[in-house]
């Protein structure tokens, strides 16, 4: 009954090549994110899906690709796999509302491209 | 718009120790505060927040107070455990924003 969970949790290719990280949480969320951790650990937010409809789009190679089938799924599709898209990946929901809004993560896939 | 400052890292500490994480924030309005920690190979975990000026938000011996005149909201424990050997994030939420905006994140390691 994990609260957010992401699939792989590791993942490891070879440049060029195509893959999916997918997302599912069973919190009843409106609101669903994709993150990318550097190696200094830094977090930058990379798409946020609400109610299946993308409301932010940060500036991300259009290599990546976001899909939300329905509100509890939000994947992530990336092409053409390149060395610096080597990161982990965190996706994460929330209620989306006016004042407290925490979001709540899945443990993360670590993606290494080589 | 909005940015956290986080003191930066790696702080390292005996066991016991008093620890401090400075958080800084700019933000139009009245934002949300939090604590996140990330455990090695885990994902982030919400620790403590606040929603308000002077509120204090605490949880497993951590407390941080929302301080609007200073826009400060450090991260404070009497007494650090290896346990406690991790990631910490200060992050905001302001209403409109529709996301969270995370501070650079400070790795602590407590030594026993």
């Known amino acids: 009954d994990t609260a957010v969970s992401q699939t792989p949790k590791y993942l490891v290719t070879q440049m060029g090549n195509d893959k999916s990280i997918k997302c599912e949480q069973n919190l009843g969320h409106d609101t669903m994110y994709w993150y990318k951790q550097d190696s200094k650990k830094f977090l930058k937010i990379m798409f946020s899906?609400?109610?299946?409809?993308?409301?932010i789009n940060e500036t991300v190679p259009n290599r990546f690709s976001p899909k939300s089938p329905d509100k509890a799924h939000l994947n992530l599709h990336i092409n053409s796999l390149e060395l610096g898209d080597s990161a982990v990946y965190f996706c994460a929901s929330s209620r989306q509302g006016f004042g407290v809004t925490e979001a709540f993560f899945g443990q993360g896939t670590r993606l290494t491209v080589v | 718009g909005n940015s956290v400052t986080q003191m930066e890292g790696p702080v390292t500490l005996s066991e016991e120790a008093f620890l401090t994480i400075n958080c800084t924030y700019t933000a139009t309005g009245y934002p949300s505060l939090f604590w996140y920690v990330q455990y090695p190979g885990e994902g982030l975990q919400l620790l403590l927040k606040?929603?308000?000026?002077?509120d204090k938000g605490s949880n497993k011996g951590f407390e941080a107070t929302y301080r609007k005149e200073t826009t400060s909201f450090h991260l404070e424990k009497g007494s650090v455990q290896v346990s406690d050997s991790a990631v910490y994030f200060c992050a905001l939420n302001q209403g409109s924003a529709r996301q969270l905006t995370f501070g650079s994140g400070t790795q602590l390691t407590v030594l026993p």
């Open positions: 899906y609400n109610n299946k409809e993308l409301i």
């Open positions: 606040a929603t308000k000026a002077d």
